[in-house]
């Protein structure tokens, strides 16, 4: 099956910027997904077609997505930000599974 | 405001079954697909299955296929996950979602979750 590959942890100070990326064969010819998801909260989805931001998710958010690797950017850093980061895609070369990365830990220094 | 509420989650012995529910609202619940998503504690995120608009078509992660069963009252606003032969690689909180619809295969809204926890 498809599989989606991810940095365990990612380490920023406050007011920089983040880069999480999310690998997969040829992910660029997918559609990506990314969710954030703190500490005993459920997941919540902050990029959506690679680069679409929902209602209510900051401009410091983006998305883009090429070749093997997505990533989530997250510019000026804010100690909220804090959770941890999911991507994710369908897979339609197999049985309709939705296909998670193993997530990224995001940490505010 | 989209709202979804989980229950059903408890204490199982393995081969038991468990059902849960998702009640829905603020949303037309009968224009989107549904979902149901695990995490064991402490751990990522993991698909389990998901059901059309209609209910008339269903998809199981692998591990599940035979043991577990998506369905919906579109009549109630209601998801349900039926459990059978649950295993303690079962144990998990299990959220579910909906989806953005239009093909997208994105989740806009998760519930809150509900622990199903299978031991002896």
């Known amino acids: 099956s498809y599989v989606l590959t991810q940095p365990p942890s990612v380490a920023v100070a406050p007011g920089m910027s983040a880069r999480i990326t999310c690998g997969g064969h040829?992910?660029?010819?997918?559609?990506v997904h990314w969710y954030q998801q703190r500490p005993g909260q459920a997941p919540l989805l902050v990029m959506y077609?690679?680069?679409g931001r929902p209602s209510g998710i900051p401009e410091r958010f983006s998305g883009s997505n090429s070749g093997n690797t997505a990533t989530l950017a997250i510019s000026g850093v804010e100690a909220g930000d804090e959770a941890n980061y999911y991507c994710?895609?369908?897979?339609?070369?197999?049985?309709?599974?939705?296909?998670f990365g193993g997530g990224t830990k995001l940490t505010v220094l | 405001e989209v709202h979804l509420v989980e229950s059903g989650g408890q204490v199982v012995q393995p081969g038991g079954s468990l059902r849960l529910s998702c009640a829905a609202s603020?949303?037309?619940?009968?224009?989107?697909?549904m979902h149901w998503i695990r995490q064991v504690p402490g751990k990522g995120l993991e698909w389990v299955a998901d059901?059309?608009?209609?209910?008339?078509?269903?998809h199981y992660i692998d591990s599940v296929k035979g043991r577990f069963t998506i369905s919906r009252d579109n009549n109630d606003n209601y998801l349900f996950l039926q459990m059978n032969s649950l295993k303690t690689e079962d144990t998990a909180v299990y959220f579910c979602?909906?989806?953005?619809?239009?093909?997208?295969?994105?989740?806009?809204?998760w519930g809150q979750g509900t622990l199903v926890t299978v031991a002896s």
């Open positions: 979602a909906k989806d953005y619809g239009s093909g997208s295969h994105s989740l806009d809204s």
């Open positions: 603020g949303f037309r619940f009968d224009d989107v697909p």
């Open positions: 059901v059309s608009w209609d209910g008339g078509t269903t």
């Open positions: 040829n992910i660029g010819n997918k559609v």
């Open positions: 077609y690679n680069n």
């Open positions: 994710q895609v369908w897979d339609t070369n197999t049985d309709h599974l939705l296909i």
